[in-house]
């Protein structure tokens, strides 16, 4: 059961991340040639979104479950204990505010480039952070591709 929600995270990580530097591409394209803000632009910003909010559901449910996280007396010594219990869920938990607000602010603007400013702007600092706070195999955190 855990296991199978690791892979569902894991995996997810693709969906959030393409949907995001598509939603961001897009906001940056758009603000710069002035182009109306239509409804495919309105409904990208919004799975972004939701995408976002079902890796935070699944990585909650992963934080409280996984033996990764362990709050032990060298919890903040140990590399790979101190990402998975403080790092990586402060990160994408900021990240996951960031495309939130960014959503909300592109919802209620009104003035057509100031919705792609707020998409873009948020989004991409969410990326950075996302794209800093994946246990990347390489990282040697015990992270897989997939
Ligand atoms: C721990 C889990 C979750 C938390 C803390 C959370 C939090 C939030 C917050 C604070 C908002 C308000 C944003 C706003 O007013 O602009 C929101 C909106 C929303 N969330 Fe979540 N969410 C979670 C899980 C989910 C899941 C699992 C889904 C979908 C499967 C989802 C879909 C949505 C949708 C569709 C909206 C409304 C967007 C809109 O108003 O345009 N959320 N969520
Ligand atoms: C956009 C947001 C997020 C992305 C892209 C993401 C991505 C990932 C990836 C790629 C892994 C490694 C899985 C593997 O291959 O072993 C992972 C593990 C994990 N994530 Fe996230 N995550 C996100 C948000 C969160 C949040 C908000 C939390 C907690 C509040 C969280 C908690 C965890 C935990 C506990 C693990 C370790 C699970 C285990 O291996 O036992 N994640 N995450």
Redesign the pocket.
């Known amino acids: 059961m855990l296991k199978m929600l690791v892979h569902m995270h894991s995996g997810f990580r693709w969906i959030v991340l393409i949907l995001l530097v598509a939603a961001t591409f897009k906001a940056l394209m758009k603000w710069r040639s002035n182009a109306p803000f239509t409804e495919g632009d309105r409904k990208l910003n ?1 799975f972004t ?2 995408s976002a ?2 890796q ?2 699944l990585g ?1 449910i992963l934080y409280f479950t996984s033996q990764k996280v362990v709050f032990a007396a060298d919890t903040m010594k140990d590399a790979t204990k101190r990402f998975f219990a403080v790092e990586h869920s402060v990160m994408m938990l900021l990240a996951i505010i960031l495309i ?1 607000i960014g ?2 602010k592109s ?1 209620k603007a009104v003035e057509e480039s100031k919705k792609y400013k707020a998409a873009f702007t948020y989004f991409l600092i969410a990326l950075l952070i996302i794209l800093a706070g994946i246990p990347w195999p390489f990282r040697n955190l015990g992270g897989a591709w997939f």
């Open positions: 919004l979104m939701v909010h079902i935070l559901l909650l939130t959503h909300a919802k």
